[in-house]
C-alpha cells in the first residue's frame, strides 16, 4: 500500500473516532472538524477530498499554519494557539510535552471500541514509540514514518 493510501486511511480512522465519540452515528449529524496543518490546500491533496467525498456530513476548518511559521513559531506559540483553537486534530507537535500537559486525548479506548482501526496491522515499532512517548498510553497515531539506517561493510 502507497504512503498516500496509509496517509489517508489513518486520517479517515482517526476522524471517525473522534465522531464516534459523540455516540451518534455520523450521518445522523452535520459535525465540523478543525485541523491544524501546514497549509489548507496540502491538507485536502493529502487527506480531506477524498474524506469529504465520503463524508458530506463533515465539515473540515483547517487552521493553516503556515504564517506563523514564517513569522518565526515556537513551540511555546504552537502550544498556545492550540490552548486557544482546541483544535480535533494536530500534526507535527511534541507529544511527550502534550500529555504531561493534559492537552490530548487518550486514544486507547476509542481504539478498542473502533471497528475501523486494527492496531494490530500497524508498525508495532511505532506504536511502541508513540506509547513511549504518551507514558504507556496512546495519544497520537502516525500517518506516516521514515526509517534509515547506515550499513557498513
Not at 23 to 39: I, R, W
Not at 58 to 83: A, H, N, P, Q, T
Not at 124 to 130: C, R, V
Amino acid at each position: 500500500m502507497n504512503q498516500l493510501g496509509i496517509r489517508l486511511k489513518l486520517l479517515l480512522c482517526l476522524i471517525c473516532l473522534l465522531t464516534g465519540c459523540t455516540g451518534m452515528k455520523p450521518e445522523d449529524k452535520a459535525t465540523k472538524l478543525k485541523v491544524f496543518y501546514h497549509d489548507k490546500q496540502s491538507f485536502y491533496k493529502i487527506y480531506g477530498k477524498l474524506f469529504t467525498a465520503q463524508n458530506p456530513h463533515v465539515e473540515i476548518e483547517v487552521v493553516s499554519l503556515d504564517d506563523y511559521y514564517k513569522k518565526g513559531f515556537s513551540m511555546e506559540g504552537y502550544r498556545e494557539l492550540v490552548k486557544k483553537e482546541q483544535p480535533d486534530l494536530i500534526f507535527n507537535f511534541d507529544l511527550q510535552s502534550f500529555v504531561e500537559d493534559g492537552m490530548l486525548v487518550d486514544l486507547e479506548p476509542l481504539l478498542k471500541k473502533s471497528k475501523d482501526v486494527n492496531l494490530e496491522r500497524m508498525n508495532k515499532n511505532m506504536t511502541a514509540y508513540l506509547r513511549n512517548k504518551g507514558g504507556g498510553r496512546l495519544y497520537g497515531l502516525s500517518p506516516t514514518f521514515q526509517s534509515k539506517a547506515l550499513f557498513y561493510r
